[in-house]
């Protein structure tokens, strides 16, 4: 298995995606929809799988966020450690600040965001200005 970003998926409603992204970049933290994520082969597809997926696991709790934008907000440098190559060398565990800072930002946005309060790992691949996404 390659590497992994650790990112935390999001249901936005599609107005307050720009203020939350703007949001958690003063924590070093990245909001990517789904749709555009940087290498993202079927965005559509992927945003469709994943949003229904959400919903639905939720059995109606969340059926007002049908329509909502699903998000991927990874950490940035200042959680990270990266090699040379600019891979991801992790020297431990997430701190768990990064965690508290993430959390803390999405409350700030109470009925507007949907989530559930775990990480996910999404395969990298790195790139010149980012560590990447690369989905297959």
Known sequence: MGSRHLVATV???PTVVEDLELRV???DLWLWPVR?????VDGER???QLRRRLVEQ????WDDAATWTPTWIGFGDAW????????????GPLPWAAHQRLW???EEFGPLVRYRRRLSGIPTVATGDWPG???R
């Not at 939720?58 to 709790?61: E, F, L």
């Not at 990270?80 to 020297?91: A, I, K, L, R």
């Open 11 to 13: 249901l936005v409603e």
């Open 25 to 27: 970049m003063t924590d």
């Open 36 to 40: 555009s994520a940087p290498v993202v």
């Open 46 to 48: 992927m945003e469709f």
């Open 58 to 61: 939720r059995q109606g709790a």
């Open 80 to 91: 990270h450690e990266f090699g040379p190559d600019g891979n991801v060398q992790p020297s």
């Open 104 to 106: 803390a930002a999405l």
């Open 133 to 135: 996404l690369h989905l």
